[in-house]
C-alpha cells in the first residue's frame, strides 16, 4: 500500500528539499539566517491564510457534515494524548510530569504539518474538504488540557486555567479561528479580493517558513544525545501509529481519501508552537529538551518526509483502493 512512487513524489517537492536545504545550512554552519520577525511574519500569514481558505470551503459546505468529524476529531485528541502517556510512562520510563507534557505534545496538532499534508493530498487525489481546519482547530485544546491534567494531579490545578487562556488567546487558535470565521462570515465572493494574497502566495510562502523550520528541526538534533534510544523510538513510532488509525478513523468518519490522509497526519504530528507556551505556564517543571526535541528535531521530519506519502497509502488502502 505505500508505493515508491508516492514517496518520491514527497521527498521531491519544493516544500520537503526547502526543509532539507534548512537543515543543510545548519550542518554545513552557514551564515544563513532567517529573522526571528520574518518567521514570525510568515507563520502569522500561514495561519490566516489557512483559517481562511477552510471558512471558504465550509461556507459552501452542506449544514450538518461538521458534527461527528467534530466528536470524532475531539475523541481521537483524547486518546492520543492518553495512549502517548502511557507509552511513556510504561515503556520510556519517563517521569510523570516529563511525560504529560511530551504526550501534550503529541495529542495536539502541528499546523505546518497539516498544511504540508493537505498540499500532498491536494496534489495526489484532488481537493481534500474544507472542514478539515475546523477539525485542525478542535483538535488543539482537549490534547493540551488533558495532557496539563495528567501532569499536574495532586496539585498546582489553578495553572490548569492559567494554560487554558495561554492557549485560547495565542495566535495559533486566535488566526485559525478567527481566519475560520472570516472565510465562513464573509463567504468565497467577498473574500475573492483577498484571494491573490492568501491563496495564490501560499505555497511559496510555505516554502519559506519550511526553509527556516529546518534550520531549526537540525539545532534540535545536537540534543538527541541527551534523551536516549526508548525515548528517540517513541518519537519514531508513536507517530506513525497514530497516523495509521488516524487514517483508519478518518475513512470510519467518512471523510474522503484526501481528508482522512490528512486527519492520519494531524493526529500523528505534535505541537511546537501552542503545546509548548501552555506546557511552559502549566508544567514548569517539565524538560524542554524532551518535548522540543521530539516534536520538532524528529517528529516533524519524519511526518514531512515519510509520514504522511504512508498515511495517504493507509487511507488509500482503509477507502477500498490500492
Known sequence: ???????????????VLAFALGMLATVIRSDLDIPPALHTSLSLFLLLAIGLKGGMAIAQSASGTLLIPLVGTIAAGFVTTGLAYLVLRKLVRLKRVDAAAVAAHYGSVSAVTFIAAREVATRSVGEVEGLMVALLVALELPAILFGLWLGQRGGHESRLWLSLREVLTGRTMLLLGGGLLIGWIAGPERTARVTPLFVNLFDGVLMLFLLDLGMAAARRLRDLRK????FIAFALLMPMVHG?????LGTALGLSVGGAAVF???????SYIAAPAAVRTGLPEANPSLYLTASLGITFPLNLSIGIPL???AARYFAGGS
Not at 500500500?1 to 516544500?15: D, G, H, I, K, V
Open 1 to 15: 500500500m505505500f508505493s515508491s512512487e508516492l514517496l518520491a513524489a514527497n521527498l521531491l517537492s519544493p516544500m
Open 227 to 230: 534523551v536516549g534510544w526508548p
Open 244 to 248: 495509521i488509525a488516524g487514517a483508519w
Open 264 to 270: 492520519g497526519a494531524m493526529l500523528a504530528s505534535a
Open 311 to 313: 498515511y495517504l497509502a
